[in-house]
Protein backbone atom coordinates (compact mmCIF):
# COMPACT_ATOMS: atom_id res chain seq x y z
CA UNK A 1 0.00 0.00 0.00
CA UNK A 2 2.49 2.44 0.92
CA UNK A 3 5.47 1.14 -1.37
CA UNK A 4 6.01 4.15 -3.30
CA UNK A 5 8.22 5.13 0.10
CA UNK A 6 10.87 2.82 0.00
CA UNK A 7 13.59 2.09 -2.62
CA UNK A 8 15.78 -0.49 -2.52
CA UNK A 9 18.75 -1.02 0.05
CA UNK A 10 20.47 2.24 -0.21
CA UNK A 11 23.73 2.34 2.19
CA UNK A 12 22.49 5.73 3.42
CA UNK A 13 20.40 3.98 5.52
CA UNK A 14 20.83 4.24 9.12
CA UNK A 15 20.22 1.17 11.53
CA UNK A 16 16.97 2.86 12.90
CA UNK A 17 15.42 3.45 9.60
CA UNK A 18 15.68 -0.23 9.04
CA UNK A 19 14.29 -0.77 12.19
CA UNK A 20 11.19 1.46 11.25
CA UNK A 21 10.92 -0.10 7.86
CA UNK A 22 10.93 -3.71 9.59
CA UNK A 23 7.93 -2.67 11.27
CA UNK A 24 6.06 -0.93 8.42
CA UNK A 25 6.24 -4.79 6.74
CA UNK A 26 5.03 -6.32 9.99
CA UNK A 27 2.35 -4.26 10.19
CA UNK A 28 1.71 -4.27 6.27
CA UNK A 29 2.23 -0.84 5.55
CA UNK A 30 4.95 -1.62 3.54
CA UNK A 31 5.46 -5.13 0.95
CA UNK A 32 7.78 -7.55 1.41
CA UNK A 33 10.99 -7.25 -0.01
CA UNK A 34 11.10 -3.40 0.23
CA UNK A 35 14.03 -2.09 2.03
CA UNK A 36 14.51 0.87 4.33
CA UNK A 37 15.05 4.43 2.83
CA UNK A 38 16.94 6.88 4.09
CA UNK A 39 15.67 9.29 6.27
CA UNK A 40 12.04 7.00 7.06
CA UNK A 41 12.40 7.12 11.00
CA UNK A 42 12.54 10.85 10.85
CA UNK A 43 9.92 11.01 8.52
CA UNK A 44 7.32 8.69 10.63
CA UNK A 45 8.40 10.72 13.83
CA UNK A 46 7.35 14.25 12.33
CA UNK A 47 3.97 12.09 10.64
CA UNK A 48 3.41 11.08 14.56
CA UNK A 49 4.08 14.32 16.06
CA UNK A 50 1.81 15.98 13.44
CA UNK A 51 -1.18 13.43 14.44
CA UNK A 52 -0.29 13.94 17.97
CA UNK A 53 -0.59 17.43 17.75
CA UNK A 54 -4.13 16.94 15.88
CA UNK A 55 -5.53 14.98 18.79
CA UNK A 56 -4.39 17.58 21.64
CA UNK A 57 -5.76 20.57 19.62
CA UNK A 58 -8.83 18.85 19.41
CA UNK A 59 -9.02 18.21 22.89
CA UNK A 60 -8.61 21.79 23.40
CA UNK A 61 -4.76 21.34 25.13
CA UNK A 62 -3.33 24.25 22.14
CA UNK A 63 -0.12 24.86 24.34
CA UNK A 64 1.27 21.26 24.06
CA UNK A 65 -0.41 20.81 20.59
CA UNK A 66 1.49 23.78 19.52
CA UNK A 67 4.83 22.25 21.26
CA UNK A 68 4.31 18.85 18.82
CA UNK A 69 4.07 21.08 15.73
CA UNK A 70 7.38 22.92 16.58
CA UNK A 71 9.48 20.04 17.04
CA UNK A 72 7.83 18.43 13.81
CA UNK A 73 8.89 21.62 12.29
CA UNK A 74 12.10 21.52 13.48
CA UNK A 75 12.40 17.59 12.34
CA UNK A 76 11.65 18.84 8.42
CA UNK A 77 12.99 20.21 5.61
CA UNK A 78 9.33 21.19 5.10
CA UNK A 79 8.70 23.29 8.18
CA UNK A 80 5.78 25.15 6.26
CA UNK A 81 3.90 22.59 5.11
CA UNK A 82 4.16 21.82 8.75
CA UNK A 83 2.67 25.08 10.54
CA UNK A 84 0.10 24.94 7.41
CA UNK A 85 -1.13 21.60 9.36
CA UNK A 86 -0.78 23.56 12.37
CA UNK A 87 -3.26 26.30 11.29
CA UNK A 88 -5.55 23.55 10.13
CA UNK A 89 -5.77 21.94 13.58
CA UNK A 90 -6.42 25.45 15.17
CA UNK A 91 -9.31 26.60 12.05
CA UNK A 92 -10.95 23.05 12.67
CA UNK A 93 -11.23 23.72 16.48
CA UNK A 94 -12.71 27.14 16.15
CA UNK A 95 -9.59 28.58 18.16
CA UNK A 96 -9.20 31.96 15.66
CA UNK A 97 -7.23 34.29 17.96
CA UNK A 98 -3.84 31.25 18.06
CA UNK A 99 -4.85 30.55 14.71
CA UNK A 100 -4.20 34.53 13.38
CA UNK A 101 -1.22 34.86 15.85
CA UNK A 102 0.45 31.92 14.17
CA UNK A 103 -0.44 33.13 10.44
CA UNK A 104 1.31 36.49 11.53
CA UNK A 105 4.50 34.21 13.06
CA UNK A 106 4.24 31.89 9.58
CA UNK A 107 4.31 35.32 7.56
CA UNK A 108 8.10 37.11 9.50
CA UNK A 109 9.18 34.08 7.65
CA UNK A 110 7.49 33.48 4.78
CA UNK A 111 6.09 37.13 4.33
CA UNK A 112 4.31 35.74 0.38
CA UNK A 113 2.88 32.86 2.14
CA UNK A 114 -0.53 32.76 0.26
CA UNK A 115 -1.98 30.23 2.63
CA UNK A 116 -1.58 32.37 5.78
CA UNK A 117 -2.68 35.99 3.84
CA UNK A 118 -6.15 33.65 3.04
CA UNK A 119 -6.54 32.17 6.23
CA UNK A 120 -6.32 36.02 7.78
CA UNK A 121 -8.70 37.74 5.26
CA UNK A 122 -11.33 35.13 5.81
CA UNK A 123 -10.98 36.39 10.13
CA UNK A 124 -10.84 39.25 8.67
CA UNK A 125 -13.98 38.97 6.96
CA UNK A 126 -15.44 37.17 9.95
CA UNK A 127 -14.36 40.20 12.36
CA UNK A 128 -15.02 43.12 10.04
CA UNK A 129 -16.92 42.15 7.11
CA UNK A 130 -16.01 41.80 3.31
CA UNK A 131 -14.44 44.97 1.71
CA UNK A 132 -11.57 45.11 4.82
CA UNK A 133 -11.47 41.14 4.04
CA UNK A 134 -10.91 42.24 0.23
CA UNK A 135 -9.02 44.62 0.42
CA UNK A 136 -6.66 43.23 2.81
CA UNK A 137 -6.01 40.01 0.44
CA UNK A 138 -5.96 42.47 -2.50
CA UNK A 139 -3.46 44.40 -1.51
CA UNK A 140 -1.32 41.10 -0.76
CA UNK A 141 -1.78 40.01 -4.20
CA UNK A 142 -0.86 43.25 -5.65
CA UNK A 143 2.53 43.12 -4.04
CA UNK A 144 3.09 40.01 -4.53
CA UNK A 145 5.94 39.45 -7.44
CA UNK A 146 5.80 35.94 -8.69
CA UNK A 147 2.04 34.80 -7.91
CA UNK A 148 2.65 30.62 -8.71
CA UNK A 149 1.86 29.49 -5.64
CA UNK A 150 3.19 25.82 -5.14
CA UNK A 151 0.22 24.30 -3.93
CA UNK A 152 1.07 20.70 -3.80
CA UNK A 153 4.38 17.83 -4.94
CA UNK A 154 3.11 14.37 -5.58
CA UNK A 155 5.65 13.19 -3.51
CA UNK A 156 6.32 10.50 -6.61
CA UNK A 157 9.75 10.37 -8.39
CA UNK A 158 7.11 10.33 -11.99
CA UNK A 159 4.22 12.38 -10.89
CA UNK A 160 1.14 12.30 -13.59
CA UNK A 161 1.78 15.34 -14.59
CA UNK A 162 2.59 19.01 -13.85
CA UNK A 163 -0.61 21.25 -13.20
CA UNK A 164 -1.29 24.99 -13.32
CA UNK A 165 -4.67 25.78 -11.27
CA UNK A 166 -6.04 29.01 -12.05
CA UNK A 167 -8.49 31.15 -9.26
CA UNK A 168 -9.36 35.00 -9.95
CA UNK A 169 -9.64 37.09 -7.40
CA UNK A 170 -11.83 40.06 -8.45
CA UNK A 171 -14.64 39.22 -6.30
CA UNK A 172 -13.96 35.83 -4.97
CA UNK A 173 -13.64 35.69 -0.63
CA UNK A 174 -12.27 33.95 1.58
CA UNK A 175 -14.31 33.41 4.06
CA UNK A 176 -14.49 30.79 7.44
CA UNK A 177 -17.40 27.31 6.87
CA UNK A 178 -18.37 24.65 8.48
CA UNK A 179 -18.02 20.89 8.21
CA UNK A 180 -20.82 18.96 8.41
CA UNK A 181 -19.27 17.32 11.34
CA UNK A 182 -19.37 20.84 13.22
CA UNK A 183 -15.33 21.38 12.78
CA UNK A 184 -14.70 24.97 10.90
CA UNK A 185 -12.84 25.31 7.60
CA UNK A 186 -11.52 27.80 5.49
CA UNK A 187 -13.19 28.34 2.01
CA UNK A 188 -13.13 30.00 -1.71
CA UNK A 189 -16.49 31.51 -1.87
CA UNK A 190 -17.74 32.74 -5.49
CA UNK A 191 -16.91 32.13 -8.54
CA UNK A 192 -15.52 29.28 -8.75
CA UNK A 193 -15.85 25.34 -8.63
CA UNK A 194 -14.77 22.90 -6.16
CA UNK A 195 -12.03 20.35 -7.04
CA UNK A 196 -11.98 18.64 -3.40
CA UNK A 197 -13.53 15.93 -4.81
CA UNK A 198 -12.51 15.64 -8.29
CA UNK A 199 -9.00 15.74 -8.81
CA UNK A 200 -6.84 13.94 -6.73
CA UNK A 201 -4.05 16.38 -6.69
CA UNK A 202 -1.69 13.92 -4.83
CA UNK A 203 -0.57 12.65 -8.19
CA UNK A 204 0.31 15.65 -9.90
CA UNK A 205 2.88 18.62 -9.28
CA UNK A 206 0.26 21.32 -8.87
CA UNK A 207 0.79 25.39 -8.65
CA UNK A 208 -1.96 27.66 -8.40
CA UNK A 209 -2.42 31.22 -10.27
CA UNK A 210 -4.44 33.56 -8.16
CA UNK A 211 -5.26 36.40 -11.34
CA UNK A 212 -5.89 39.89 -10.49
CA UNK A 213 -5.68 42.84 -12.37
CA UNK A 214 -3.94 41.20 -15.65
CA UNK A 215 -0.90 39.88 -13.00
CA UNK A 216 -0.14 36.86 -15.13
CA UNK A 217 0.22 39.02 -18.62
CA UNK A 218 2.53 40.57 -16.53
CA UNK A 219 4.85 37.57 -14.82
CA UNK A 220 7.19 36.98 -17.20
CA UNK A 221 8.14 33.93 -15.32
CA UNK A 222 4.51 32.32 -16.16
CA UNK A 223 5.05 30.81 -20.10
CA UNK A 224 8.51 29.26 -18.91
CA UNK A 225 6.77 27.40 -15.65
CA UNK A 226 7.24 23.56 -16.27
CA UNK A 227 3.24 23.13 -16.69
CA UNK A 228 1.82 20.71 -18.96
CA UNK A 229 -1.98 21.49 -18.52
CA UNK A 230 -3.93 24.69 -16.68
CA UNK A 231 -6.91 24.00 -15.52
CA UNK A 232 -9.20 27.01 -14.77
CA UNK A 233 -11.03 26.87 -11.87
CA UNK A 234 -13.11 29.89 -12.60
CA UNK A 235 -16.67 29.38 -13.21
CA UNK A 236 -18.43 32.16 -12.72
CA UNK A 237 -18.54 35.13 -15.30
CA UNK A 238 -20.81 37.53 -13.20
CA UNK A 239 -18.09 37.32 -10.53
CA UNK A 240 -15.08 37.18 -12.56
CA UNK A 241 -15.51 38.10 -15.73
CA UNK A 242 -11.96 40.22 -15.77
CA UNK A 243 -10.37 37.63 -14.36
CA UNK A 244 -11.52 34.95 -17.32
CA UNK A 245 -10.97 37.85 -19.97
CA UNK A 246 -7.46 38.16 -18.80
CA UNK A 247 -6.69 34.60 -18.85
CA UNK A 248 -8.29 34.80 -22.26
CA UNK A 249 -5.75 37.31 -23.47
CA UNK A 250 -2.58 34.79 -21.63
CA UNK A 251 -3.77 31.60 -23.60
CA UNK A 252 -4.18 33.81 -27.15
CA UNK A 253 -0.08 34.66 -26.37
CA UNK A 254 0.60 31.18 -25.59
CA UNK A 255 -1.50 28.91 -27.31
CA UNK A 256 0.63 25.42 -27.07
CA UNK A 257 -0.57 25.29 -23.59
CA UNK A 258 -3.61 23.33 -23.29
CA UNK A 259 -6.49 24.24 -21.12
CA UNK A 260 -9.73 22.76 -19.33
CA UNK A 261 -12.93 24.55 -19.69
CA UNK A 262 -11.37 28.12 -21.99
CA UNK A 263 -12.14 30.98 -20.54
CA UNK A 264 -13.80 32.14 -23.84
CA UNK A 265 -16.67 29.91 -23.39
CA UNK A 266 -17.12 29.97 -19.62
CA UNK A 267 -17.47 33.42 -20.39
CA UNK A 268 -20.94 32.18 -22.25
CA UNK A 269 -22.77 30.70 -19.56
CA UNK A 270 -24.06 33.54 -17.68
CA UNK A 271 -27.78 33.34 -17.03
CA UNK A 272 -28.79 36.15 -19.58
CA UNK A 273 -26.49 34.53 -22.27
CA UNK A 274 -27.97 30.98 -21.64
CA UNK A 275 -31.58 32.19 -22.65
CA UNK A 276 -30.18 33.56 -25.86
CA UNK A 277 -28.42 30.52 -27.02
CA UNK A 278 -30.37 27.95 -25.96
CA UNK A 279 -34.03 29.21 -25.61
CA UNK A 280 -34.38 28.89 -29.47
CA UNK A 281 -33.12 25.17 -29.64
CA UNK A 282 -36.62 22.87 -30.51
CA UNK A 283 -37.37 20.65 -27.32
CA UNK A 284 -35.17 23.58 -24.86
CA UNK A 285 -36.80 25.90 -22.50
CA UNK A 286 -34.93 28.14 -21.01
CA UNK A 287 -36.71 31.06 -18.93
CA UNK A 288 -36.70 34.87 -20.52
CA UNK A 289 -33.88 36.21 -18.32
CA UNK A 290 -33.05 40.14 -18.17
CA UNK A 291 -29.91 41.60 -16.44
CA UNK A 292 -30.94 44.83 -14.66
CA UNK A 293 -28.40 47.08 -12.96
CA UNK A 294 -29.77 49.22 -10.27
CA UNK A 295 -28.46 52.57 -7.90
CA UNK A 296 -29.50 52.57 -4.62
CA UNK A 297 -29.93 56.31 -4.61
CA UNK A 298 -32.01 55.95 -7.91
CA UNK A 299 -33.76 53.17 -5.56
CA UNK A 300 -34.47 55.26 -2.38
CA UNK A 301 -35.51 58.45 -5.15
CA UNK A 302 -38.28 56.46 -7.05
CA UNK A 303 -38.35 52.96 -6.37
CA UNK A 304 -41.69 52.61 -8.37
CA UNK A 305 -40.26 54.02 -11.46
CA UNK A 306 -37.65 51.64 -11.29
CA UNK A 307 -39.91 48.71 -10.68
CA UNK A 308 -42.45 49.85 -13.64
CA UNK A 309 -38.95 49.83 -15.88
CA UNK A 310 -38.24 46.09 -14.88
CA UNK A 311 -41.61 45.14 -15.34
CA UNK A 312 -41.67 46.96 -19.55
CA UNK A 313 -39.21 44.25 -20.15
CA UNK A 314 -41.83 41.91 -20.56
CA UNK A 315 -41.98 40.26 -17.35
CA UNK A 316 -45.82 39.95 -15.48
CA UNK A 317 -46.45 38.20 -11.98
CA UNK A 318 -45.24 35.75 -10.72
CA UNK A 319 -41.26 36.21 -11.86
CA UNK A 320 -38.01 35.66 -10.13
CA UNK A 321 -35.71 37.95 -9.32
CA UNK A 322 -31.77 37.14 -7.79
CA UNK A 323 -28.78 38.77 -7.65
CA UNK A 324 -26.15 38.11 -10.37
CA UNK A 325 -23.21 35.74 -9.25
CA UNK A 326 -25.10 34.39 -6.08
CA UNK A 327 -26.04 30.56 -6.20
CA UNK A 328 -27.70 28.18 -3.73
CA UNK A 329 -31.04 30.42 -3.95
CA UNK A 330 -28.58 33.19 -2.14
CA UNK A 331 -30.83 36.49 -2.94
CA UNK A 332 -33.32 34.57 -4.82
CA UNK A 333 -37.36 35.45 -4.24
CA UNK A 334 -40.71 34.70 -6.30
CA UNK A 335 -41.99 37.79 -6.66
CA UNK A 336 -46.15 37.72 -6.91
CA UNK A 337 -46.81 41.65 -7.04
CA UNK A 338 -45.56 44.90 -7.60
CA UNK A 339 -45.27 45.45 -3.64
CA UNK A 340 -42.98 42.40 -3.26
CA UNK A 341 -40.80 43.49 -6.20
CA UNK A 342 -40.60 47.09 -4.34
CA UNK A 343 -39.62 45.60 -1.22
CA UNK A 344 -37.08 43.13 -2.85
CA UNK A 345 -35.53 46.70 -4.32
CA UNK A 346 -35.39 48.35 -0.86
CA UNK A 347 -33.98 45.57 0.76
CA UNK A 348 -30.97 46.20 -1.25
CA UNK A 349 -27.74 47.76 0.28
CA UNK A 350 -26.05 48.56 -2.46
CA UNK A 351 -25.75 49.19 -6.18
CA UNK A 352 -26.56 45.53 -7.60
CA UNK A 353 -26.90 43.88 -11.09
CA UNK A 354 -30.00 41.55 -10.70
CA UNK A 355 -31.58 39.10 -13.03
CA UNK A 356 -35.24 39.59 -13.99
CA UNK A 357 -36.28 35.86 -14.78
CA UNK A 358 -39.81 34.67 -16.11
CA UNK A 359 -41.27 31.72 -13.96
CA UNK A 360 -42.47 28.96 -15.81
CA UNK A 361 -44.42 26.78 -13.61
CA UNK A 362 -43.41 23.23 -13.78
CA UNK A 363 -45.08 20.81 -11.32
CA UNK A 364 -45.95 17.89 -11.67
CA UNK A 365 -49.49 15.89 -11.60
CA UNK A 366 -48.66 14.70 -8.21
CA UNK A 367 -48.13 18.26 -6.74
CA UNK A 368 -44.10 18.06 -6.69
CA UNK A 369 -41.76 19.77 -8.58
CA UNK A 370 -38.15 18.02 -9.32
CA UNK A 371 -34.55 18.86 -10.62
CA UNK A 372 -32.62 16.73 -12.62
CA UNK A 373 -28.56 17.82 -12.37
CA UNK A 374 -25.72 15.89 -14.78
CA UNK A 375 -22.60 16.92 -15.31
CA UNK A 376 -20.84 16.79 -18.43
CA UNK A 377 -17.45 15.72 -18.43
CA UNK A 378 -15.38 15.22 -21.70
CA UNK A 379 -18.20 15.00 -23.73
CA UNK A 380 -19.62 12.07 -21.56
CA UNK A 381 -23.01 13.06 -19.31
CA UNK A 382 -22.83 11.90 -15.98
CA UNK A 383 -26.36 11.26 -13.78
CA UNK A 384 -25.83 13.26 -10.65
CA UNK A 385 -29.25 13.50 -8.88
CA UNK A 386 -33.18 13.15 -9.53
CA UNK A 387 -34.16 15.15 -6.64
CA UNK A 388 -37.79 15.99 -5.82
CA UNK A 389 -39.33 18.23 -3.63
CA UNK A 390 -42.69 19.97 -2.62
CA UNK A 391 -41.37 23.68 -3.28
CA UNK A 392 -40.54 25.41 -6.11
CA UNK A 393 -36.58 26.14 -5.64
CA UNK A 394 -35.53 22.77 -5.26
CA UNK A 395 -32.56 22.13 -3.64
CA UNK A 396 -30.08 19.37 -2.02
CA UNK A 397 -31.16 20.43 2.06
CA UNK A 398 -34.73 19.49 1.79
CA UNK A 399 -33.63 15.81 0.20
CA UNK A 400 -33.52 14.25 4.25
CA UNK A 401 -36.40 16.20 5.23
CA UNK A 402 -38.89 15.02 2.65
CA UNK A 403 -37.58 12.97 -0.16
CA UNK A 404 -36.41 10.64 2.17
CA UNK A 405 -40.15 9.84 3.50
CA UNK A 406 -41.23 8.48 0.00
CA UNK A 407 -39.80 5.49 -1.69
CA UNK A 408 -40.88 5.75 -4.97
CA UNK A 409 -39.09 8.97 -5.28
CA UNK A 410 -35.79 7.32 -3.93
CA UNK A 411 -36.20 4.23 -6.02
CA UNK A 412 -36.84 7.02 -9.34
CA UNK A 413 -33.52 8.56 -8.62
CA UNK A 414 -31.25 5.48 -7.86
CA UNK A 415 -32.90 3.88 -11.35
CA UNK A 416 -31.80 7.36 -13.13
CA UNK A 417 -28.71 7.34 -11.58
CA UNK A 418 -28.03 3.16 -13.03
CA UNK A 419 -30.04 4.74 -16.30
CA UNK A 420 -31.00 7.71 -17.12
CA UNK A 421 -32.85 7.27 -20.47
CA UNK A 422 -35.03 4.43 -18.48
CA UNK A 423 -36.39 7.59 -16.68
CA UNK A 424 -36.23 10.50 -18.84
CA UNK A 425 -36.25 8.68 -22.45
CA UNK A 426 -33.65 8.08 -24.83
CA UNK A 427 -34.83 11.01 -27.51
CA UNK A 428 -34.55 13.59 -24.14
CA UNK A 429 -30.88 12.34 -23.38
CA UNK A 430 -29.96 12.64 -26.30
CA UNK A 431 -30.93 15.98 -26.46
CA UNK A 432 -29.34 16.95 -23.63
CA UNK A 433 -26.04 15.14 -24.63
CA UNK A 434 -26.33 17.56 -28.04
CA UNK A 435 -25.51 20.85 -25.58
CA UNK A 436 -22.42 19.88 -25.51
CA UNK A 437 -22.04 20.86 -29.09
CA UNK A 438 -23.60 24.42 -28.06
CA UNK A 439 -21.65 24.65 -24.64
CA UNK A 440 -17.91 23.41 -25.61
CA UNK A 441 -16.56 22.91 -22.09
CA UNK A 442 -14.76 19.84 -20.95
CA UNK A 443 -16.55 20.13 -17.50
CA UNK A 444 -19.77 21.81 -16.50
CA UNK A 445 -23.39 20.97 -15.05
CA UNK A 446 -27.33 21.78 -15.79
CA UNK A 447 -30.32 21.39 -13.73
CA UNK A 448 -33.25 20.54 -15.60
CA UNK A 449 -36.76 19.33 -15.19
CA UNK A 450 -39.02 17.68 -18.00
CA UNK A 451 -42.30 19.60 -18.99
CA UNK A 452 -45.48 17.97 -19.57
CA UNK A 453 -45.05 18.31 -23.14
CA UNK A 454 -41.87 16.50 -23.44
CA UNK A 455 -39.64 19.55 -23.34
CA UNK A 456 -36.47 20.45 -21.03
CA UNK A 457 -36.64 23.36 -18.85
CA UNK A 458 -33.16 24.53 -17.32
CA UNK A 459 -32.58 26.24 -14.69
CA UNK A 460 -28.98 26.56 -14.89
CA UNK A 461 -26.22 25.71 -16.75
CA UNK A 462 -22.56 26.73 -16.02
CA UNK A 463 -19.16 24.89 -14.74
CA UNK A 464 -19.84 26.31 -11.29
CA UNK A 465 -21.37 23.14 -9.42
CA UNK A 466 -20.48 21.87 -6.80
CA UNK A 467 -19.72 17.79 -6.56
CA UNK A 468 -18.87 15.71 -3.53
CA UNK A 469 -20.23 12.73 -1.33
CA UNK A 470 -22.13 14.63 1.56
CA UNK A 471 -25.80 13.25 0.00
CA UNK A 472 -23.76 9.85 -0.30
CA UNK A 473 -23.12 9.55 3.24
CA UNK A 474 -26.81 9.35 3.80
CA UNK A 475 -28.26 7.65 0.43
CA UNK A 476 -26.12 5.45 0.01
CA UNK A 477 -26.81 4.24 -4.07
CA UNK A 478 -25.28 7.25 -4.66
CA UNK A 479 -21.78 6.48 -4.06
CA UNK A 480 -20.80 4.77 -6.91
CA UNK A 481 -22.48 7.71 -9.19
CA UNK A 482 -20.47 9.92 -7.32
CA UNK A 483 -17.28 8.14 -8.10
CA UNK A 484 -18.00 7.56 -11.35
CA UNK A 485 -17.92 11.14 -11.58
CA UNK A 486 -14.55 12.02 -10.13
CA UNK A 487 -12.87 9.20 -11.97
CA UNK A 488 -14.30 10.68 -15.30
CA UNK A 489 -12.24 14.14 -14.44
CA UNK A 490 -9.33 11.99 -13.63
CA UNK A 491 -9.55 10.54 -17.06
CA UNK A 492 -10.25 14.03 -18.55
CA UNK A 493 -6.96 15.08 -16.55
CA UNK A 494 -4.79 12.25 -17.62
CA UNK A 495 -6.59 12.75 -21.48
CA UNK A 496 -5.45 16.43 -21.69
CA UNK A 497 -2.01 15.24 -20.71
CA UNK A 498 -1.19 12.69 -22.45
CA UNK A 499 -2.37 14.79 -25.83
CA UNK A 500 -0.10 17.69 -24.53
CA UNK A 501 2.99 14.99 -24.25
CA UNK A 502 2.20 13.54 -27.75
CA UNK A 503 2.64 17.00 -29.26
Known sequence: MFSKFFKKTTPAASPLDKKVTELYIQHELADIGFEAKPGIAQETLVAVLIKYGELLS????????????????????????????????LLAQGEFEILEQTCQHILETYPEDHNSHATIAALIEKNDGIKPAQWYMKSFLRRCGENFIPASGSGLEEPAGKLLITYGYENTRYVIGRRNNG?????????????????????????????LDENILKDKTAPSKPFNLILNDIADPDLELRSLETLETFLEEHPSIPVINAPHMVKETTRDSNYRRLNEIPGVRFAKTERIEVRKSDIEKDVAQIAEAILALGYSF????????????????LLEDKGALEAYLLALQEDATLYAIEYIENKSDEGHYSKIRFFCIDGTLYPVVYHTDQVWNVHGSNRKTFMKSYDWML????????NPPSVI???????????QDIVQLDFWGLDLTLMPNGDILIFELNPAMRHSFDHAKTFHYMIPHMQAIKDAFGRMVERKLAEKASV
Open 411 to 418: EREQKFLN
Open 58 to 89: QTGQTALACRQFELAADLTEKPLHVWHQFCSA
Open 425 to 435: GEEIYNRIKAL
Open 318 to 333: PFIIRQTGTHTAVSTE
Open 183 to 211: DFKRVRKGGHYMLDHLLEDQRYDTNHYTI
